[in-house]
T-cell receptor, first 113, second 112 residues
């Protein structure tokens, strides 16, 4: 079982650009959540996808959008990148309604310059 | 004020020491309480969880929840250098989506 896989592992983008991050959930999981973890901080919830729909959203601007595909994999898109978007982006997969079974990937380290 | 407050440390202890990590929270809706361990350049991994108030023990680790005080703790007995990591408390309500709200993490170093 490969667990949760995220790609790419590292990314450097220029302010104003757009970025797409990808996540493949753990086998058997149907729900994907995205978190942003700034340096020295805990992860902050961005949004959660289930059945290809956004179920819940944290306090993030519309520049952050996502998608879930029929195979449960997911993408996180960030438009008009700001320097403050530099962070570790974590994907967590789980079965719907089960917070205790959330498995996290290793994350994508995004640096905006 | 943040919903979950956690002392960021850093905390440095000798091998074999008992470690106490704590979080306080303000949201009475939180029902599930978790501790995650995060090694450098890795994603968080679930260490322990409790539902509502009470204690839970797993080997060298004990998690405690006091909902009346809105206070949770993680105790590590006989700490080992391999326990060196960042420890994150996390909480969720009983809603269907159950997003996790994390503390800021405590960086722990166990010295051999």
């Amino acid at each position: 079982d490969a667990g949760v896989t995220q790609s790419p592992t590292h990314l450097i983008k220029t302010r104003g650009q757009q970025v797409t991050l990808r996540c493949s959930p753990k086998s058997g999981h149907d729900t994907v959540s995205w978190y942003q973890q700034a340096l020295g901080q805990g992860p902050q919830f961005i949004f959660q996808y289930y059945e290809e729909e956004e179920r819940q959203r944290g306090n993030f601007p519309d520049r952050f959008s996502g998608h879930q595909f029929p195979n449960y994999s997911s993408e996180l898109n960030v438009n008009a990148l700001l320097l403050g978007d530099s962070a570790l982006y974590l994907c967590a997969s789980s079965l719907v309604g089960d917070p205790l079974g959330a498995f996290f990937g290793q994350g994508t380290r995004l640096t905006v310059v | 004020q943040k919903e979950v407050e956690q002392d960021p440390g850093p905390l440095s202890v000798p091998e074999g020491a008992i470690v106490s990590l704590n979080c306080t929270y303000s949201n009475s809706a939180f029902q599930y309480f978790m501790w995650y361990r995060q090694y450098s350049r890795k994603g968080p991994e679930l260490l322990m969880y409790t539902y509502s108030s009470g204690n839970k023990e797993d080997g060298r680790f004990t998690a405690q929840v006091d909902k009346s005080s809105k206070y949770i703790s993680l105790f590590i007995r006989d700490s080992q250098p391999s326990d060196s990591a960042t420890y994150l408390c996390a909480m969720s309500s009983s809603g269907s989506a159950r997003q996790l709200t994390f503390g800021s993490g405590t960086q722990l170093t166990v010295l051999p």
